[in-house]
Structures are given as structure tokens and as C-alpha cells.
């Protein structure tokens, strides 16, 4: 008997996916695929699978991407493609750990990507956030015609954009972090 | 200019590449000759298989017995750049015995 769960991940939180897609399969769900945020799941036994993600902004689909998915397969993964992310899944008995990247260049790439698309998805917000942001301070500072006067319009919107944001900033800190420690070790290490 | 330092996971992948082998097969034998030491991730040797094509230091040779997977063996360019990181690190290691006095 299938499983579906509705779940929505934006593509940046790579690490909540895995995580997520990981604790499924210690209760004994495999993840069968995906569509429009329903996940469908299939029994397995617990504990049997690991899983990774990866991401490009391009996607996979291109023919470079299905060469990947072609070489991580032939290295005994099972890949699921969900819009710019692979899902790899190993069976557990395979690897003790399962990773994509094992040196730190091929990490600091794609926390780079990662950090490149929250970027791009999340600039457009700014300036509604901004807008909101400033439209509230002038209502506290009791010029509330500002806020009024854009209540029909910008200004739920700019809301809105501040909890996307908010949303989005711990991960693009955490990946910043990542990123940084990375190339520092970088330095001195050789891969 | 000499050439620049090979990283471990480039030399032992061209030390696997000595006889034709696929990539799971390069990723069990360079966990085997580094003593379980250095694992290589699928993603990583991707990249790195991808770099090797592309400096023709490595090619594509067949596909396995079964017909599914890709095999490469290192060329006679790859082999002398091993033997080139070969020299490099027994430098390496014969001055460090010399200053540390091992």
C-alpha cells in the first residue's frame, strides 16, 4: 500500500529534504516520486535506504544531467529528478555513509549554487519587503496615512515577502557559514 | 612552470586507471589501496572523471561485460602525469626524512 504526503520544500532546503526523506525510511517508507509537493512512498524495510540531494539551477534534464544520473547509477543509486533537485538513494546495506561529495570543492560549489539561487529566487522580494518594513515603522511612529495608503495595494504583499524572506535568511546564513569554514580549510588542505 | 600538485583523490584514480575500470570499481579500489582511508563520493569521482576526459588524461574505453557500465583507463599523457606526482611526492617525503631526521 502507497503512502502520499503533502510537503512543501523550497528548493534550497537541501539538508531538511534529506533529512526528511531519511527519517521516512527508518519508519519504512521509499520515496516512489513526486508531484506538486505530494510525495508518495512505498513500503520498504525500515532503515533500508540513505538518501542525498543535490541541486543545480539548470536542472537535470539537460544531457550533462542524465550523464550524472547515469554515472550515480551505475554506482548502485536510484535517482529521482524533482524540478533542479536529484534525490540519490542507496540501499543502506551498501554504504554506512552515503555522500555525493567527499572533497571540499565539489561542496563549496554547490553551497555556492544554493546561495546563488536563494538570491535570485528571493531579490525580487526585497524591495516589497523593504516597502512594508517602512510603511510599519511609520505607523509606530504614528504617520499612519503611509500604511493606509498602501494597505489595497503593496503593502500586504511586502508582508508577505518579509516572512519569505525570514524564512529563507537561516539557511542562506548556515550555508554562508558552511561555505566560508570550507574555503578556509581549503587553504590549507589540498582537496 | 612544473606541474602543480595532484590532489590524493586525482593520483589514486589514476593509479586506478592503470587497467580499464568502471566507477564503482574505482571507488572500491581506491578505498582498498589507501586502506580505507580515502572513499571517494560518486558525485566527487563524476567531477573529477568529467576533468581527466576533458585534459585527455583518461578516456573511455567500453562498457563492462554486461554492457552497462562505462569503463576508462588512464592515457599515456594521464600515466606520466601519475609518475610526474610520483616523483614530486618521493621529494616530498625524502626531504621531510632528511629535516625531521626519521
Not at chain 1, 524495510?45 to 541541486?55: L, Q, T
Not at chain 1, 571540499?104 to 512594508?132: C, D, F, K, N, Q
Request: charge should be neutral; proline fraction near 2%; charged fraction near 25%.
Amino acid at each position: 500500500m502507497k503512502k502520499e504526503i503533502h510537503k512543501f520544500f523550497p528548493d534550497y532546503r537541501i539538508e531538511a529534504l534529506e533529512t526528511w526523506l531519511c527519517d521516512m525510511a527508518n519508519q519504512g517508507w521509499k520515496l516512489v516520486e513526486e508531484h506538486f509537493s505530494y510525495w508518495t512512498f512505498e513500503p520498504c524495510e525500515k532503515g533500508a535506504y540513505r538518501y542525498r540531494v543535490d541541486f543545480k539551477n539548470s536542472g537535470f534534464d539537460t544531457d550533462a544531467g542524465q550523464r550524472y544520473i547515469s554515472f550515480l547509477e551505475e554506482c548502485g543509486a536510484e535517482c529521482i529528478t524533482v524540478g533542479s533537485l536529484l534525490i540519490a538513494c542507496v540501499k543502506a546495506e551498501d554504504a554506512s555513509t552515503f555522500e555525493l561529495y567527499s572533497d571540499r570543492s565539489s561542496w563549496i560549489a554547490l553551497y555556492t549554487r544554493l546561495m546563488r539561487h536563494i538570491w535570485l529566487s528571493e531579490l525580487p522580494l526585497i524591495p516589497l519587503g523593504v516597502h512594508a518594513v517602512v510603511a510599519l515603522i511609520a505607523a509606530i511612529q504614528g504617520n499612519s496615512t503611509m500604511l493606509k495608503n498602501s494597505i489595497n495595494n503593496l503593502v500586504l504583499w511586502g508582508f508577505l515577502a518579509v516572512l519569505i524572506l525570514a524564512v529563507a535568511a537561516p539557511t542562506y546564513c548556515k550555508l554562508y557559514k558552511k561555505r566560508k569554514r570550507l574555503l578556509e580549510e581549503k587553504q590549507i588542505f589540498e582537496s | 612552470m612544473s606541474q602543480a600538485a595532484l590532489t590524493e583523490a586525482v593520483f589514486y584514480i589514476l593509479l586506478s586507471l592503470i587497467e580499464p575500470m568502471h566507477g564503482y570499481g574505482i571507488m572500491q579500489n581506491v578505498e582498498k589501496l589507501s586502506g580505507g582511508r580515502v572513499r571517494l563520493a560518486a558525485g566527487t569521482l563524476y567531477g573529477a572523471l568529467s576533468t581527466l576526459l576533458e585534459k585527455g588524461w583518461i578516456m573511455e574505453v567500453a562498457f563492462d561485460v554486461q554492457g552497462r557500465k562505462k569503463e576508462y583507463v588512464a592515457t599515456e599523457t594521464g600515466k606520466a602525469v601519475a609518475r610526474a606526482e610520483l616523483a614530486r611526492l618521493q621529494e616530498l617525503v625524502s626531504n621531510g626524512k632528511q629535516l625531521l631526521g626519521e
